[in-house]
C-alpha cells in the first residue's frame, strides 16, 4: 500500500483493543510542519494487510483532523502522507490527542499531548533508532572478511552489548507498563532462549532438541486472548512462521498442528476467526499438491453453525460443498470408478485397467494448452508402458468429430474415452474446472497425484518406482 518511513526493528508493530473512553469517538488533532493543502488517511494493520479508516484535509498551516462518532479497535495506526509514505500511530484507550510533527524527523520531531501509549511509543523509536545506528557498523565490520580474529571477537562483545541493552529495555518495559499494548508487543516478539542441549543415553547430543523445543515453546508469549494482536503483522507473522518453517509440510502433520493452534484460539472469538480463516484459506489455494487436505480437514471441523459464527447460511453452505467436492478426490482416496465410451462407442472401465500405474487425464481438444501438452504425454506413455503405465483420457469435449479428428492428427495410442452425451458426471466429481487435469492412480486405483503438470509425470513416476522398488528389498 505504502512505503513506511520508519517502524520496529524487525518488524515489530501494535497490537488492537476496543476498549475506549468515555465518549465513543475518537478525534486527533495534528499539526504537521512541511505538510499542507494536500490530503491524508488513517490506516490500520490486520494479519499481513493494511486497510484506510479515515481521511481528511489538510490545511494550509498543516493542521488536520481525523474525527468520527466511533471508536476504531486499538492497534497501530499508519497516518499516510499524499506521497504515500507513512508513520505510525498508537491508538488503544487514548482516543482523544493531538501531535505536532516535523517530515524531517518523524521520530524526534512528534510531540504528543494526550497520549500516553504514544510518548512512551516514541521514546522507544528514539532508542531503538540510536542502537540500530550504533550497531550497524559493527555488524557489517564483524561480517567484512578482512577483520582479525581478535577485532571480530571485541566487535562481537559491543554488539552482544548494545543488543542486551535492547532487551532490558524491552523487560524494564513490561515490568513497569504491565498489559499495555506495547508490553503486549514486546512480550510476543520474544524468542524462545533454548537451553545446553542435553544428551542421549549413548553420549551423543541430542540433535533434534534445540529444533524441538524452539517449536514447544514458540508461542509461550504470545497472548491468544489479547484480540489486539490480530490488528498488528506480528500475530500473522507468529502464526506463518509456526505453519511453514516449524511444521513438516504434511497434511496429517500440519491438520495436528491447526487443530493445537485453534485450540488456543479459542481463547477469544476475534483470534478464533482469524486462526481459522488464515488455516483454511492459506491451505485451499496452496501450490503444493494434496494440501487441499488441510482445507477439508478445516471445513469439516470448524465451519460448523455453532462455530462459524461470523458466516452466513449461504456462504457456510458454499464452504461447505466445495470440501464435500473434494474430500473424494483427496490423494490417499480410492478413485470413484469411471465407466465410459471410446470413439467407437465401446465401453471401457477405469478399474479394469491392469497397470501398475494409471494416469487419468481429462483434457479438451480445444485448449490450447492441452494442444501443446498431449504430445508430452504421448511420449512419456511411450516411454513408460512397457514398465507398467497405462493412461486413461478422458475427452470432456461433446464434439465428438473434434475429439476423432485430434486423436488422429496427435497419435494419441492411449486408452481414449469420453462422454458426448453427457451421461456421466465426472466433470462435477472430478471438479474439472480446467484442463487439462492430472490423476495419478496406484495398482489399486488409490489416488497416489494429482494436479501434476503433464511435464511432471514422467519423473513423478520413475521416482515412485524407485521408492517401492527400494521397500520391497528391505
Known sequence: ??????????????????????????????QIKGLKNSKCMLGNYFGDKQYIQDSCIVDENGKGVFKKNKLLPGGIYLFVLPNKKYFELLLDKDQQFSFEADTLDFIEGTKFKGSDDNILFYKYLSFITRQQKAVEPLRMKYQDKSTSPDSAKAILGRITKIDDAVKNYKLTYIKEHGTTMLSQIFKATEEPEIPETPKLANGQLDSSFAYRYYKKHFFDNVDFSDDRLLRTPIFHGKLNQYMEKLVMQI?????????????????????????????????????????????????????????ATWMDSTALYKI???????????????????????????????????????????????CSHCQKSMPKMQETYDNLKSVGMEVFAVCTEVEVDKWKKFIREKKLTWINVGDPYLHN????????????????LDSNKKIIAKKLDVTQIEDFLVNRMKYEDSLKKK
Not at 3 to 30: M, P, Q, R, W
Not at 278 to 288: M, N
Not at 425 to 440: G, L
Request: hydrophobic share 45%; proline share 3%; charged share 25%.
Open 1 to 30: 500500500m505504502t512505503k513506511k518511513i520508519y517502524g520496529f526493528v524487525a518488524a515489530i508493530f501494535i497490537l488492537c483493543s476496543y476498549s475506549a473512553k468515555a465518549a465513543d469517538t475518537y478525534e486527533i488533532n495534528f
Open 251 to 307: 497434511p496429517d502433520s500440519i491438520n495436528k498442528e491447526a487443530d493445537f493452534i485453534v485450540a488456543k484460539a479459542r481463547a477469544n472469538k476475534e483470534v478464533f476467526k482469524y486462526v481459522v480463516y488464515y488455516i483454511t484459506s492459506t491451505y485451499e489455494v496452496s501450490k503444493i499438491m494434496g494440501m487441499d487436505a488441510v482445507f477439508v480437514h478445516m471445513v469439516d471441523k470448524y465451519y460448523t453453525r455453532d462455530q
Open 320 to 366: 461447505q460443498d466445495r470440501a464435500r467436492i473434494l474430500k473424494p478426490i483427496l490423494i490417499g482416496q480410492q478413485c470413484m470408478p469411471l465407466n465410459l465410451e471410446d470413439t467407437l462407442g465401446k465401453f471401457h472401465s477405469l478399474y479394469a485397467i491392469n497397470a501398475r500405474f494409471t494416469v487419468l487425464l481429462f483434457w479438451d481438444p480445444d
Open 425 to 440: 458426471n465426472f466433470r462435477h466429481d472430478f471438479d474439472i474446472s480446467s484442463t487439462p487435469q492430472v490423476f495419478i
